[in-house]
Every structure is written in structure tokens, then in C-alpha cells.
């Protein structure tokens, strides 16, 4: 049997240890974290509502209407009308005939690639999509061919490489450790032409980009017929929890029959679904909250070029700060820690060897005196060029 501890004791001694933090109160900007306050730039709150007092009053409201837990799988007697509602307002949102909902975006994927792959088949994935893309692909069967990162050509070489058996692409709409967008409407073009399927993750996108919050597709003028199969999740800018798959009828019903993670799962609770109907109506009425990111990510951009902080191309809520080594980052998140702002050290497997980073996010309850703040800091642990 492999020893454990060893292996735990290894990974301490290479910075790879991971270690969770207890927060005490609700999500927001300042958290009490482990009895400490602290300003926090890690979340995935990106618009503000995990907490927002609308969707608490409008949760409580579903645990009166439908109770606490749904009882049964979809399939049994778990699917209730505000799942139902909630499905048709994510397709009516996204555009699309039919919405599906899952209980995490991870097993959304692994649904989608297992009931539409097999192991005749081929998936070509951008190198650095989600860890749930690359573990559908696994349990797909399917032949698993990975391309550059954001890189079409790479893409289009591979696709025409192939012979028989359907063949799929996935990739994230934006990457949620480089906070970059795909090249969408290229990786779309290709699809076309080579007759394969095209899957967006816009769980980074969806709330975000494009008109109303639509996500990646819609900032990206991309529809149905251009990305077939789109998946989005709740927990995100969306405050909730949960996701989704939108596309054809023909598409949802083949995941409800055959997607495992969809059939052999309980429903998730229906006070949650209907909560997050009152969150897409906030999403697509509020466009302030996506106007202030924006303005808050430039203000951040250009305050670290002042300092030669090195960030990644990225105008989204996320901004990698490089660092390099994983012990660096590790110091600098601690560093930042002890000052009152919590940043995660993002290492080694989630991101390539030698580019361990700070991955700074962004809410739109941020203000912008919390961003200089952040700045000072950096410039306070971080030496200059």
C-alpha cells in the first residue's frame, strides 16, 4: 500500500500542500475568516450576489413552497416546477430550445462527453481546459487529443489528422486560472468545416460577457448552429449553485436518457432553483454590476503596469499575477494574508510548472479605495523591477 503520510509530507515539502480556510458569515468582499477579517480577492462572486439580500428572501420563499430537498433523482419524482421555470429561463437566456439542469458544472461535463462519446470516438481539448473536461474526456472512451492553448491552427491540424468516429472540441469560453477567452469564433469555423461538435464551459463567462451577462457565445456573435452544445454554471456570477447544458431538443433529451451524472443523481433542492430565477433576473437587469467590474479591472491593470507587476493578457474578472516558483507564490499569498487580503496561491498541477501565480478576482461590490489598497500591498511585498 502506498505510504500517505510520505506522500503528504512530499508534497508539503514542495509548497503543494493545500489547507482549508473556515469562513464564518456570508460570501462578500470582507470575510471573517478563521476569526480574522480580511479583504478578499479570490472569490467567484464575480457580481455580488452569493449574499445579495433578494435571493436570500427569495430562497427562503422556495424552502416554504417545495421544502428542503428535492427526495428523488429527476427522473423519479425530484423534478419540481421550479427546476422546470428555472430550465426554461437559462434557455430563453442563452437562446437556445432546451435547458438541462446538473448539480455541478464537473458533472455536467462528464455527462455531456460520456453520453454523446465513445470509445471509437475523438475529443481534442485546449491544454489548459477545466480538470472536468479533461476527466470527461477519460470517461468518455474517446480518444483524447490536446491541442495548443487558444491556438486554432493547432486545432484545425489535428481535426483533419483523424479518421472515422464522431469527434467533439471542448473548451473553457474563458480559462478560470489566465482569466483569457478562447478564440471562439475561429475554434467555430473549424468545427464547421471539419463536421465536429463544438462544447463551451462558459462557467467564467455566463453573467459576465455579452449583452445581458449571455457569456462568451453572445460577446462572441456565436449561435446554436456555430456552438451546438453549451454549459454554464450558477455558483459563479450567478450567486447560487448548480449548472447547466443548453442546446437542440435533440441534444437534451439524449442527456436525459443516457447522461449518468444526470439520471443516477438527486435532484438538486428546488428552493435553490428558485432562488437562481430571481438571480438571472437580476443578471440580465442590472448592467451596472458588469459596467463596475470592467472599470474596476482597468483601474487594477493599470495601477499594476505602474509597478511592473507582471499579469497576464486578461480583461476579465480574473487577473493572474505571475509569480514563477510555487514557494513564491505561497510567501506572497501569506505576506498578503497577515496584511488582511486573501489572494490564493495558485500552484503546480492546476497550472504548468514554473507559472505559479496570485489569481486576483474581482466582484462588483468591490470599490475602487479596496483595489488601491490592494496595490499598495503588492507594491509593499513585491520588489520592484
Request: net charge negative.
Amino acid at each position: 500500500m502506498q505510504d500517505l503520510a510520505t506522500a503528504l509530507a512530499q508534497r508539503q515539502a514542495d509548497q503543494l500542500y493545500r489547507r482549508r480556510r473556515t469562513v464564518d458569515g456570508p460570501q462578500g468582499v470582507e470575510l471573517t475568516l478563521d476569526g480574522q477579517t480580511v479583504l478578499s480577492f479570490c472569490s467567484n462572486d464575480y457580481l455580488g450576489l452569493a449574499s445579495d439580500p433578494r435571493l436570500v428572501a427569495t430562497l427562503k420563499d422556495g424552502a416554504e413552497r417545495f421544502g428542503v430537498g428535492s427526495g428523488a433523482a429527476h427522473l423519479i419524482s425530484g423534478h419540481s416546477r421550479a427546476h422546470h421555470e428555472l430550465e426554461e429561463a437559462l434557455a430563453d437566456f442563452t437562446g437556445r430550445p432546451r435547458a438541462l439542469l446538473f448539480s455541478t458544472g464537473y458533472m455536467a461535463n462528464l455527462g455531456i462527453l460520456q453520453a454523446l462519446l465513445g470509445r471509437h470516438d475523438h475529443v481534442f481539448e485546449d491544454r489548459y481546459n477545466h480538470a472536468s473536461l479533461l476527466d470527461a474526456a477519460k470517461l468518455s472512451g474517446a480518444k483524447l487529443h490536446r491541442y495548443g492553448h487558444a491556438d486554432a491552427d493547432s486545432l484545425a491540424d489535428q481535426l483533419a489528422g483523424t479518421g472515422q468516429g464522431e469527434r467533439l472540441v471542448a473548451t473553457d469560453g474563458v480559462f478560470s486560472m489566465d482569466g483569457d477567452a478562447a478564440p471562439l469564433v475561429e475554434l467555430a469555423r473549424h468545427c464547421r468545416q471539419q463536421d465536429a461538435w463544438l462544447l463551451v464551459d462558459d462557467a467564467h463567462g455566463i453573467g459576465v460577457l455579452g449583452e445581458q451577462g449571455r457569456g462568451s457565445l453572445d460577446a462572441a456573435g456565436l449561435g446554436i448552429k456555430d456552438v451546438p452544445i453549451l454549459m454554464g454554471t450558477l455558483g459563479k456570477a450567478l450567486g447560487t449553485a448548480g449548472a447547466f447544458v443548453a442546446g437542440s431538443e435533440e441534444l437534451i433529451e439524449t442527456l436525459i436518457q443516457q447522461a449518468r451524472t444526470y439520471v443516477y443523481t438527486t435532484a438538486t433542492p428546488p428552493a435553490l432553483a428558485w432562488a437562481t430565477l430571481e438571480s438571472l433576473r437580476i443578471v440580465r437587469a442590472e448592467e451596472w454590476r458588469r459596467e463596475k467590474l470592467r472599470a474596476l479591472v482597468a483601474r487594477f491593470r493599470a495601477g499594476a503596469d505602474e509597478l511592473g507587476l507582471q499579469l497576464l493578457d486578461s480583461r476579465t474578472p480574473i487577473q493572474p499575477l505571475l509569480v514563477g516558483d510555487a514557494a513564491t507564490a505561497v510567501r506572497l499569498s501569506e505576506e498578503l494574508l497577515a496584511r488582511g487580503i486573501l489572494v490564493t496561491a495558485i500552484r503546480p498541477p492546476t497550472v504548468p510548472a514554473g507559472t505559479a501565480r496570485l489569481r486576483i478576482t474581482f466582484s462588483a461590490l468591490h470599490e475602487e479605495r479596496q483595489v488601491d489598497r490592494l496595490l499598495e500591498v503588492l507594491e509593499e511585498i513585491i520588489p520592484g523591477p
